[in-house]
């Protein structure tokens, strides 16, 4: 393993796509452009397709070929392909268990053995295409704010990125899980005839001066992440606290709001893995560790 490799896992299973051809695989990452108005008044893309000729220095000579290179005003999309029979690409295969894209991939037992730079430098290839730090991301006061990791459908893979975390000592602040229960907890939108409302993505929550050891090779988001840091380390510091025995603890070491939810028909839906189906959880925090980021 290298950190070329690890940062390049980490793309693809954040939102990566493979399409296997009779003799040539096509592996396609897509980097989303979130408007950050509020932050900067400099172009997204801009950032976007300066922070590209980063990420094409570190995997072009580790796939031995030029990256494509596509840029729309939603996304940068970076592809590359080659034979099947390609030593990168049958290695990718084993890493991804053969999975087509980031719904239904999952983090391949041999990365937990990682040391702590390659995890690292995976975990930074993933939180550059799932990854987003706003103003809008604070948590009741407005000096607090926190990274999220964005992940579609895929729960399972929530809780690996969320024990990956844990390996280098980097607390999760919350998940708001595309459940029910939390996102529906009064049955308000049930009621509105909006029965799906709930179905979104997951969000991992973090806050932003814990993942500095992580950051983001995409320029404009490495940018936010240090300013907003600095504003939470401060706004902390002048409550006369120490940041980090603020921020650093995991959901276990804090405190509970259990609010009893009351049962939504949503929680037998197909969608929900089956390990949690038809339970009704009161908190984010037995939701994490019935699907297992234990304590």
Same mark, same amino acid.
């Given at each position: ?9 980490? *793309? ?11 003799? &040539? ?17 400099? $172009?997204?893309?801009?950032? =976007? ?36 029979? $390609? +030593? ?15 719904? &239904? ?11 702590? #730079? ?9 939180? #550059?295409?799932?990854? +987003? ?26 809780? $690996? ?10 607390? =999760?602040? &919350? ?8 996102? $529906? ?7 509105? &005839?909006?029965?799906?409302?709930? !179905? ?11 993942? *500095? ?27 006369? !606290? ?42 984010? !925090? ?6 297992? +980021?234990?304590?």
């Amino acid at each position: 393993m290298n950190s070329e490799m690890a940062y390049l896992l980490g *793309l693809i299973c954040g939102n990566g796509e493979v399409k296997r051809g009779p003799t &040539n695989t096509i592996i396609s990452i897509d980097i989303p452009h979130k408007k950050l108005q509020t932050e900067l008044i400099d $172009d997204v893309q801009i950032y =976007v397709k300066a922070s590209v000729s980063d990420i094409r220095s570190i995997l072009e000579p580790l796939i031995g070929a030029q990256l494509d290179f596509i840029q729309n005003p939603t996304s940068t999309i970076l592809s590359f392909q080659k034979p099947n029979s $390609d +030593y990168l690409i049958r290695e990718i295969m084993r890493y991804i268990g053969h999975a087509t894209n980031h719904s &239904n991939i999952r983090i391949h037992s041999d990365i937990f053995n990682f040391t702590t #730079d390659h995890k690292i430098q995976f975990l930074r290839g993933f939180a #550059d295409v799932t990854g +987003y730090i706003r103003r809008s991301n604070y948590f009741f006061e407005k000096h607090l704010h926190r990274v999220y990791l964005e992940v579609p459908n895929n729960w399972h893979l929530v809780i $690996d990125i969320c024990n990956l975390l844990h390996d280098i000592d980097i607390p =999760v602040q &919350n998940i708001d899980w595309a459940h029910p229960n939390m996102r $529906d907890p009064k049955l308000v939108k049930y009621r509105a &005839n909006k029965p799906d409302f709930w !179905k979104k993505e997951h969000q991992i929550k973090i806050w932003a001066n814990e993942f *500095l050891p992580v950051g983001f090779q995409v320029l404009h988001k490495m940018k936010m992440l240090e300013m907003y840091s600095n504003e939470l380390i401060n706004g902390i510091k002048a409550g006369g !606290k120490e940041a980090s025995a603020y921020t650093h603890r995991y959901y276990w070491e804090t405190r509970n709001q259990n609010v009893k939810k009351e049962e939504h028909p949503g929680i037998y839906d197909e969608v929900i893995p089956e390990e949690i189906r038809g339970i009704n959880f009161n908190t984010w !925090k037995e939701i994490a560790e019935s699907l297992g +980021y234990p304590r």
